[in-house]
């Protein structure tokens, strides 16, 4: 230490309150403990369940499984079907929700002038959030499937996870722009920015992190679910004829695949469809954010 | 005078027309989503008010017999509410303050290389249906479950033994799977508080956990208030896990009973039932919605409170 | 003959069909028909019949290349509705229609039999129960296994959820209708096996095909339930397979004319035996 | 003074936060070609009648405003008004530096391109000479490209002097825009609303008397959100007509 | 000069954000019940070096810094250091405000409740005292519940004063205290510093030379991130060793 060298302690109080003396605060260490207790919990859980996915599922998985379809005849078993169905139900949802739910935030933070209006909104999006999701299947059956006419198909399927990851987008962008500090919004409205320009510009890209959170969590939404899905976009598991043909055919998700499997005690082929699940979340996940990181002008650096 | 060209007044179109358009497509997109919740709770009062007059109001919300397919049917779901109330209600005081907790810890507390591979991990958390849930619950919470109950109960005559699946096992896989809503949005509300306020606060000669509690949590708190009551929405909304962990019989939300949860009795039984059955469970969904309502304003009412008061 | 065809109009989704209705001997006509039958049929229904509705369609598929059959698994109740408002050509169902829903003029087509096996966790020391016993088990007089000769466990108790068309068989066939005391009523098959694998001193009921050894099967009055003993008649515990149609077969279209003959022809019943059930009558 | 043409006028302006009565039936005018200064006690409501001039006030949800302002015999609070076009002819420097989170070069840019300019060179040539102007360009051209936030105080605050120029507005509004400033970068910044003033309108907030004196050629003397007294510079310093003025800059007041 | 006990030494101090070497072998002695002014252009390193002697730059990811800062003649940068009681010693008053987003009375009563302090009548005191010695008691005593954001910027200022105040730190370190207040408030300000000497350390950093000279015991001259010349206040106003120095306080720099 390069103050050995320096004068001995002479100062009494130099002593008693030396920086040095580390102090315990009794608080904070029953806090930092708490911090990683509650951590380590999430954590170890998190590890020892896509641990047991995993394990379970990584020896169904081959390449007849992830290239071929259902066969009852062949007696085969196979989900490139549903890993297909899956991605058109992702995407198109996200097409139609996130626009939609971001729009909704934008309106009800930056255009809507307080009060009860955005107080009703806020509330409606919440109690949306709650309606399980079996609801949701049952009216979109009703409402997309036979008053629209859209019967069992992707879309009918897409269009009622819309509503149903509405919340989580809205609600997850509005918190994310309450933080974007009024001195931003002052700042390019006082050089003359339209205030769509502002958005656009500042507000988005300084949002982005939660607006990624929101799209992130409905994606899990969107992959883990079946019950809605079952009733609106069906069950069909063979692979599409024509690219947007199959957007009005009936088609199964890899969850309603794994739903199905349940079904038939086939613990085997449904953890191997998990872990394809979740390599799937992981890619389209890294995707969104690599896509988010591209509308961000933050310079990043230094 | 200036010409006319100069005139701050908008005019014909000065404020263009891409401002408009914005300005009316994130109205429409606001008033989306009052359209979409308008259009099922009507979809759930035309279809879940029939039964209620069949079955009389009170049979239904104070009976505790649940025997819909019985040749004499009877529909009350007393227990099946309360199971809601309290399960649902333990799984948030169990689920929250772990999310809050790690979501501090992730954003705070811990290095950044460590952040980078949990955070995905949780993400990823989000995306296993439930089913998955349903089932690691069955073959590995259940059976720690029963070994506790045979303990307990060992030579009682009056309990049903349930194999594990019970109230606590319910409860514990609800607030497993509200972590991740609660941790991914506490998360990136903290990250979002500005760097200035941890610095005054440090420079006060806070420590890092006083920084931590007293300044950026309560700056992040709208944010977490949003993951509390989205994750609260997972919790009631959720239905096929806990169905598969609690046991489904309709019984007395106690820790060891086998018990049914409101979402459970409406997504089992719906795809089967018919008739009165069935609009009976549309009365269930609209019980539940009307549940939804009651802790949202009762969420809003507590946790926001505190806000308003200094902000004028 | 089509007596009532004005009734199919609105039901039928073919656009182009035989015009002449040849019924009677298809295996002979089977050729023409299969170059000239195009259009689709849907199925809505139980999940349990998952199995052998997805068989079926594929093979069906194959043998009429232009023909699209789309089954969806949304439970017997729903299946039953689409058929009911014409929303579908065929509801699934895996229970007995109720009179109400025949009274709306839905047709019961009974097209298989599905065995419901008794199973329990693989340690268990018992492996045969009376029809009495197991009536007493599931209305909660006997509580323990060591009443029946086994080790003094408790017995948990698992069954299907209400309006289950498994557990409306089993309730029916052993006079247990209201008086079923469950501790789990767990909405999937595959569900009940894996409390019924990991949870000692449980018991359950099951369709015939998923039985595995992570299970043991009981025998019911010492009979095997084997497909065998099911038509022989000395395995007490079935169930039918029913795919309703709006009117009888005979007023369907012709697609579905057709996919209800192959059903019935001898392909069909090897089909049926081929995915682990027993072929009606 | 009434020699010179008006650019802003103010009548009778009432301003309240919630119950707070912020400005008190403040009546002025501002000239073209003419520098004015504010100056008055930290709270009395400089800052928030600048803010008043662009409707940048419009933001603060509870705040209440009565009374009128005429740019150029038009009422700014007129709800025909296009606030992005008034707002683009009334330039404002914040008494808080509030960069935005990017580079240099994007911040200054910002104007510009919002007002339809893409031309790359044409930008460079802006963000060149506003940076200039603003007297930073020596210090950041070999960092343009860095993030705004890693600039010093006195950095920032110039780069938002950039940022406001860059547009070119009829009027410049400036809140204390060399409060983080050391003397030299202080005269160049008064130096360059010298010459501003050729072409616009500028009205600075100020604590710094020896700079109002140095450059304004009005200077309203504002106490608890009134405007005690209001009169050319000199006359102001020299001649206060008012008790409370000649206290405040004598420094006899409080 | 060297009569005086040393309060905090610096020794061959280098600081590097990133590639941007901005302190460059600063040494530098501040002296107990003494106040230190730090003058010079802005973007020299005047708020860099006053956050090294709390290790506040420890906060920006970048930073790589050199060399030896004793308190009291203990390193504060030896591994063992408790920032957190270093930083109770050594407060900080930021160049640019940033008040928490809670009422004016919380901002204020952070600090000692940080350290302890529960009592309620106890807090009342603290803060009364604190926003008193920062003269902001008078405008505010009124809305002490509401929102710290809503007050004007030298409002601000003087309210992340009077937060620091409330802790009672040895050393004070001040960026710009009075850049955003009126002259009164600043020489009220400026007593507050010359009373506070007489039991702490004061530093603070100000582009006012007046200022330096009214107050300041010792300055340095800062530029470029050298340290090109300490002294005491008068010699170095009157007597400059430095020919930039010279050039800098007659105006004539740059
Ligand atoms: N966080 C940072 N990242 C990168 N560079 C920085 C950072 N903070 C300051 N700098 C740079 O370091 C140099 C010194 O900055 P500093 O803030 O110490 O200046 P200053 O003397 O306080 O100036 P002013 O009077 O304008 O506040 C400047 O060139 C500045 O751009
Ligand atoms: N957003 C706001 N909400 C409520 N009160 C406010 C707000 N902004 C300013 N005020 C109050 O209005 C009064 C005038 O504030 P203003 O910012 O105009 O002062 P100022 O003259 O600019 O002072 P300074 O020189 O300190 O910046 C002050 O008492 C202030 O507390
Ligand atoms: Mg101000
Ligand atoms: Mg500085």
Same mark, same amino acid.
């Given at each position: 230490?390069?103050?050995?060298?320096?004068?001995?302690?002479?100062?009494?109080?130099?002593?008693?309150?030396?920086?040095?003396?580390?102090?315990?605060?009794?608080?904070?260490?029953?806090?930092?403990?708490?911090?990683?207790?509650?951590?380590?919990?999430?954590?170890?859980?998190?590890?020892?369940?896509?641990?047991?996915?995993?394990?379970?599922?990584?020896?169904?998985?081959?390449?007849?499984?992830?290239?071929?379809?259902?066969?009852?005849?062949?007696?085969?078993?196979?989900?490139?079907?549903?890993?297909?169905?899956?991605?058109?139900?992702?995407?198109?949802?996200?097409?139609?929700?996130?626009?939609?739910?971001?729009?909704?935030?934008?309106?009800?933070?930056?255009?809507?002038?307080?009060?009860?209006?955005?107080?009703?909104?806020?509330?409606?999006?919440?109690?949306?959030?709650?309606?399980?999701?079996?609801?949701?299947?049952?009216?979109?059956?009703?409402?997309?499937?036979?008053?629209?006419?859209?019967?069992?198909?992707?879309?009918?399927?897409?269009?009622?996870?819309?509503?149903?990851?509405?919340?989580?987008?809205?609600?997850?962008?509005?918190?994310?722009?309450?933080?974007?500090?009024?001195?931003?919004?002052?700042?390019?409205?006082?050089?003359?920015?339209?205030?769509?320009?502002?958005?656009?510009?500042?507000?988005?890209?300084?949002?982005?992190?939660?607006?990624?959170?929101?799209?992130?969590?409905?994606?899990?939404?969107?992959?883990?679910?079946?019950?809605?899905?079952?009733?609106?976009?069906?069950?069909?598991?063979?692979?599409?004829?024509?690219?947007?043909?199959?957007?009005?055919?009936?088609?199964?998700?890899?969850?309603?695949?794994?739903?199905?499997?349940?079904?038939?005690?086939?613990?085997?082929?449904?953890?191997?469809?998990?872990?394809?699940?979740?390599?799937?979340?992981?890619?389209?996940?890294?995707?969104?954010?690599?896509?988010?990181?591209?509308?961000?002008?933050?310079?990043?650096?230094? | 005078?200036?010409?006319?060209?100069?005139?701050?007044?908008?005019?014909?179109?000065?404020?263009?027309?891409?401002?408009?358009?914005?300005?009316?497509?994130?109205?429409?997109?606001?008033?989306?989503?009052?359209?979409?919740?308008?259009?099922?709770?009507?979809?759930?009062?035309?279809?879940?008010?029939?039964?209620?007059?069949?079955?009389?109001?009170?049979?239904?919300?104070?009976?505790?017999?649940?025997?819909?397919?019985?040749?004499?049917?009877?529909?009350?779901?007393?227990?099946?509410?309360?199971? @809601?109330? *309290?399960? %649902? !209600?333990?799984?948030?005081?169990? /689920?929250?303050? $772990? =999310?809050?907790?790690? #979501?501090?810890? &992730?954003?705070?507390?811990?290095?950044?290389?460590?952040?980078?591979?949990?955070?995905?991990?949780?993400?990823?958390?989000?995306?296993?249906?439930?089913?998955?849930?349903?089932?690691?619950?069955?073959?590995?919470?259940?059976?720690?479950?029963?070994?506790?109950?045979?303990?307990?109960?060992?030579?009682?005559?009056?309990?049903?033994?349930?194999?594990?699946?019970?109230?606590?096992?319910?409860?514990?896989?609800?607030?497993?799977?509200?972590?991740?809503?609660?941790?991914?949005?506490?998360?990136?509300?903290?990250?979002?508080?500005?760097?200035?306020?941890?610095?005054?606060?440090?420079?006060?000669?806070?420590?890092?956990?006083?920084?931590?509690?007293?300044?950026?949590?309560?700056?992040?708190? @709208?944010? *977490?208030? %949003? !993951?509390?009551?989205?994750?609260? /929405?997972?919790? $009631? =909304?959720?239905?096929? #896990?806990?169905? &598969?962990?609690?046991?489904?019989?309709?019984?007395?939300?106690?820790?060891?009973?086998?018990?049914?949860?409101?979402?459970?009795?409406?997504?089992?039984?719906?795809?089967?039932?018919?008739?009165?059955?069935?609009?009976?469970?549309?009365?269930?969904?609209?019980?539940?919605?009307?549940?939804?309502?009651?802790?949202?304003?009762?969420?809003?009412?507590?946790?926001?409170?505190?806000?308003?008061?200094?902000?004028? | 003959?089509?007596?009532?065809?004005?009734?199919?109009?609105?039901?039928?989704?073919?656009?182009?069909?035989?015009?002449?209705?040849?019924?009677?001997?298809?295996?002979?006509?089977?050729?023409?028909?299969?170059?000239?039958?195009?259009?689709?049929?849907?199925?809505?229904?139980?999940?349990?019949?998952?199995?052998?509705?997805?068989?079926?369609?594929?093979?069906?598929?194959?043998?009429?290349?232009?023909?699209?059959?789309?089954?969806?698994?949304?439970?017997?109740?729903?299946?039953?509705?689409?058929?009911?408002?014409?929303?579908?050509?065929?509801?699934?169902?895996?229970?007995?229609?109720?009179?109400?829903?025949?009274?709306?003029?839905?047709?019961?087509?009974?097209?298989?039999?599905?065995?419901?096996?008794?199973?329990?966790?693989?340690?268990?020391?018992?492996?045969?129960?009376?029809?009495?016993?197991?009536?007493?088990?599931?209305?909660?007089?006997?509580?323990?296994?060591?009443?029946?000769?086994?080790?003094?466990?408790?017995?948990?108790?698992?069954?299907?959820?209400?309006?289950?068309?498994?557990?409306?068989?089993?309730?029916?066939?052993?006079?247990?209708?209201?008086?079923?005391?469950?501790?789990?009523?767990?909405?999937?098959?595959?569900?009940?096996?894996?409390?019924?694998?990991?949870?000692?001193?449980?018991?359950?009921?099951?369709?015939?095909?998923?039985?595995?050894?992570?299970?043991?099967?009981?025998?019911?009055?010492?009979?095997?339930?084997?497909?065998?003993?099911?038509?022989?008649?000395?395995?007490?515990?079935?169930?039918?397979?029913?795919?309703?149609?709006?009117?009888?077969?005979?007023?369907?279209?012709?697609?579905?004319?057709?996919?209800?003959?192959?059903?019935?022809?001898?392909?069909?019943?090897?089909?049926?035996?081929?995915?682990?059930?027993?072929?009606?009558? | 003074?009434?020699?010179?043409?008006?650019?802003?006028?103010?009548?009778?302006?009432?301003?309240?936060?919630?119950?707070?009565?912020?400005?008190?039936?403040?009546?002025?005018?501002?000239?073209?070609?003419?520098?004015?200064?504010?100056?008055?006690?930290?709270?009395?409501?400089?800052?928030?009648?600048?803010?008043?001039?662009?409707?940048?006030?419009?933001?603060?949800?509870?705040?209440?405003?009565?009374?009128?302002?005429?740019?150029?015999?038009?009422?700014?609070?007129?709800?025909?008004?296009?606030?992005?076009?008034?707002?683009?002819?009334?330039?404002?420097?914040?008494?808080?530096?509030?960069?935005?989170?990017?580079?240099?070069?994007?911040?200054?840019?910002?104007?510009?391109?919002?007002?339809?300019?893409?031309?790359?060179?044409?930008?460079?040539?802006?963000?060149?000479?506003?940076?200039?102007?603003?007297?930073?360009?020596?210090?950041?051209?070999?960092?343009?490209?860095?993030?705004?936030?890693?600039?010093?105080?006195?950095?920032?605050?110039?780069?938002?002097?950039?940022?406001?120029?860059?547009?070119?507005?009829?009027?410049?509004?400036?809140?204390?825009?060399?409060?983080?400033?050391?003397?030299?970068?202080?005269?160049?910044?008064?130096?360059?609303?010298?010459?501003?003033?050729?072409?616009?309108?500028?009205?600075?907030?100020?604590?710094?008397?020896?700079?109002?004196?140095?450059?304004?050629?009005?200077?309203?003397?504002?106490?608890?959100?009134?405007?005690?007294?209001?009169?050319?510079?000199?006359?102001?310093?020299?001649?206060?007509?008012?008790?409370?003025?000649?206290?405040?800059?004598?420094?006899?007041?409080?």
């Amino acid at each position: 230490m390069t103050n050995d060298i320096v004068i001995p302690v002479q100062k009494e109080s130099a002593v008693t309150h030396s920086i040095y003396n580390q102090k315990n605060r009794i608080s904070d260490s029953f806090l930092t403990f708490l911090i990683y207790l509650c951590a380590s919990i999430s954590i170890m859980v998190l590890v020892g369940i896509m641990g047991y996915v995993f394990v379970r599922g990584i020896p169904e998985i081959s390449l007849e499984f992830l290239t071929t379809v259902p066969s009852t005849i062949k007696g085969t078993f196979g989900i490139v079907g549903n890993i297909v169905n899956t991605l058109y139900v992702v995407v198109i949802t996200l097409l139609i929700a996130t626009p939609l739910g971001v729009g909704a935030a934008i309106y009800l933070n930056e255009y809507a002038k307080g009060g009860k209006a955005v107080r009703i909104i806020e509330f409606t999006t919440e109690t949306l959030a709650g309606i399980p999701s079996i609801i949701f299947g049952l009216f979109g059956y009703v409402f997309f499937g036979n008053t629209l006419g859209l019967g069992y198909s992707i879309l009918t399927g897409a269009l009622t996870l819309s509503i149903m990851v509405l919340p989580l987008i809205t609600r997850t962008t509005q918190e994310a722009l309450k933080t974007v500090p009024e001195s931003y919004r002052s700042g390019a409205l006082g050089i003359g920015a339209t205030k769509w320009y502002m958005i656009r510009t500042i507000l988005l890209p300084s949002a982005m992190p939660g607006i990624v959170t929101g799209i992130i969590l409905a994606i899990g939404r969107i992959v883990g679910e079946s019950a809605a899905l079952l009733f609106t976009a069906g069950s069909g598991y063979l692979l599409p004829k024509d690219f947007f043909g199959k957007i009005f055919e009936s088609g199964g998700t890899l969850t309603i695949q794994l739903y199905l499997c349940m079904q038939k005690a086939k613990y085997g082929q449904a953890f191997g469809i998990a872990v394809v699940l979740l390599v799937i979340v992981l890619a389209i996940n890294g995707l969104a954010k690599f896509l988010s990181h591209k509308f961000n002008t933050e310079v990043k650096e230094s | 005078m200036r010409p006319k060209s100069y005139s701050i007044f908008g005019g014909h179109g000065s404020k263009s027309g891409v401002e408009h358009a914005a300005e009316v497509i994130f109205t429409v997109c606001g008033f989306f989503a009052v359209l979409a919740v308008a259009s099922i709770t009507l979809y759930m009062i035309i279809s879940g008010t029939p039964a209620l007059f069949k079955v009389g109001i009170l049979d239904i919300l104070f009976g505790t017999i649940w025997m819909p397919a019985a040749a004499t049917p009877s529909f009350g779901i007393l227990y099946v509410i309360l199971t @809601s109330i *309290i399960g %649902t !209600a333990l799984a948030i005081l169990i /689920g929250v303050p $772990i =999310g809050v907790m790690t #979501a501090v810890f &992730l954003a705070e507390v811990a290095p950044e290389r460590l952040t980078n591979i949990v955070r995905p991990a949780v993400e990823l958390l989000a995306g296993i249906p439930s089913v998955i849930y349903g089932l690691l619950g069955i073959l590995i919470l259940n059976p720690l479950m029963y070994k506790i109950e045979l303990k307990i109960f060992a030579g009682s005559t009056t309990h049903q033994f349930t194999g594990g699946a019970n109230l606590i096992s319910a409860v514990l896989v609800l607030a497993l799977m509200i972590l991740p809503t609660v941790i991914n949005i506490s998360e990136s509300a903290l990250r979002a508080v500005p760097q200035h306020l941890r610095s005054a606060s440090l420079a006060l000669g806070a420590t890092k956990i006083q920084t931590i509690f007293s300044a950026v949590l309560p700056a992040a708190k @709208s944010g *977490i208030i %949003t !993951a509390i009551v989205l994750g609260t /929405g997972r919790a $009631i =909304g959720e239905a096929m #896990a806990i169905s &598969l962990v609690s046991g489904s019989s309709v019984n007395m939300p106690l820790p060891f009973n086998s018990v049914r949860f409101l979402t459970t009795a409406i997504v089992s039984e719906m795809s089967y039932s018919a008739g009165l059955h069935k609009q009976v469970l549309f009365t269930i969904g609209l019980v539940l919605f009307a549940f939804i309502m009651l802790i949202n304003i009762t969420l809003n009412n507590l946790l926001k409170k505190g806000e308003e008061s200094h902000d004028k | 003959g089509s007596k009532n065809a004005e009734t199919q109009a609105p039901d039928t989704k073919t656009e182009a069909g035989t015009t002449s209705g040849t019924t009677a001997n298809e295996t002979t006509a089977k050729e023409d028909t299969a170059t000239n039958l195009k259009g689709s049929i849907s199925m809505v229904g139980s999940t349990s019949m998952e199995k052998f509705a997805t068989a079926l369609s594929e093979v069906f598929m194959e043998k009429y290349p232009s023909v699209t059959v789309q089954a969806e698994f949304v439970g017997s109740g729903a299946g039953i509705e689409a058929v009911t408002n014409g929303s579908a050509d065929i509801g699934n169902s895996s229970r007995n229609l109720k009179d109400e829903e025949k009274a709306k003029g839905v047709a019961e087509n009974i097209v298989a039999i599905d065995g419901i096996a008794v199973v329990s966790d693989p340690a268990n020391t018992v492996d045969n129960l009376t029809k009495d016993q197991l009536i007493n088990i599931y209305n909660g007089t006997t509580t323990n296994w060591k009443e029946l000769g086994g080790a003094d466990q408790p017995i948990v108790v698992i069954g299907r959820e209400a309006g289950s068309g498994t557990r409306t068989a089993f309730e029916e066939l052993l006079k247990l209708e209201d008086a079923c005391k469950y501790s789990n009523e767990l909405d999937s098959t595959g569900a009940v096996m894996a409390k019924a694998a990991s949870t000692p001193g449980s018991i359950g009921y099951v369709s015939l095909d998923v039985l595995d050894d992570t299970v043991k099967t009981m025998k019911l009055e010492s009979v095997e339930p084997t497909p065998e003993n099911i038509k022989a008649g000395s395995y007490f515990l079935s169930r039918p397979f029913v795919m309703a149609t709006k009117g009888e077969i005979s007023e369907q279209s012709d697609l579905v004319k057709a996919l209800f003959d192959y059903i019935y022809s001898d392909e069909g019943k090897d089909l049926v035996k081929a995915v682990g059930l027993i072929p009606a009558n | 003074m009434n020699t010179n043409t008006v650019k802003i006028t103010t009548n009778h302006l009432n301003l309240y936060y919630g119950t707070n009565h912020a400005l008190k039936d403040v009546s002025l005018n501002l000239f073209t070609n003419k520098i004015t200064a504010f100056i008055g006690p930290s709270g009395c409501g400089k800052s928030t009648y600048l803010k008043t001039l662009n409707r940048m006030n419009d933001l603060v949800p509870s705040v209440k405003i009565e009374g009128e302002v005429l740019l150029d015999e038009e009422n700014i609070y007129d709800p025909r008004v296009d606030t992005t076009l008034l707002r683009k002819k009334i330039g404002m420097v914040f008494q808080q530096p509030n960069p935005f989170p990017m580079s240099i070069y994007d911040n200054v840019a910002y104007g510009p391109r919002i007002h339809g300019i893409k031309n790359k060179s044409e930008l460079d040539d802006i963000v060149e000479r506003s940076l200039k102007g603003a007297a930073l360009w020596d210090e950041v051209s070999d960092r343009l490209k860095k993030s705004a936030l890693g600039l010093s105080g006195g950095q920032q605050q110039r780069l938002c002097i950039a940022r406001a120029l860059a547009v070119e507005p009829e009027v410049l509004l400036m809140d204390e825009p060399t409060s983080a400033l050391d003397p030299i970068s202080t005269l160049k910044i008064e130096d360059l609303m010298d010459e501003l003033k050729e072409k616009y309108t500028v009205a600075i907030v100020t604590h710094n008397m020896q700079q109002a004196t140095r450059i304004a050629d009005n200077t309203a003397f504002f106490l608890v959100g009134e405007v005690v007294e209001y009169a050319p510079t000199t006359e102001l310093f020299t001649a206060p007509k008012d008790k409370r003025t000649e206290d405040y800059i004598t420094g006899r007041f409080g």
